[in-house]
């Protein structure tokens, strides 16, 4: 099991798209910008819900220094 990713809303749409959401389940924990998850909770409500209910992808605010 790889420990940590970082995603953006590609691989998220494409995946739940051909119905393979449960390939992030390889890693231990998928970071997804706060900018993603607006973009993807706007485009698929169940992809916003499999998000929500997901235990190992967390939501993070990204701020420029």
Known sequence: MVAEAVSDSGPLI???QIGR????SVFKKIYIPHKV???????DSSLKYKIDKSTNI???KITPK
């Open 58 to 60: 967390e939501e993070i």
């Open 21 to 24: 959401f449960d390939s992030f």
């Open 14 to 16: 494409h995946l739940t």
């Open 37 to 43: 998850y607006l973009e993807v909770s706007t485009i």
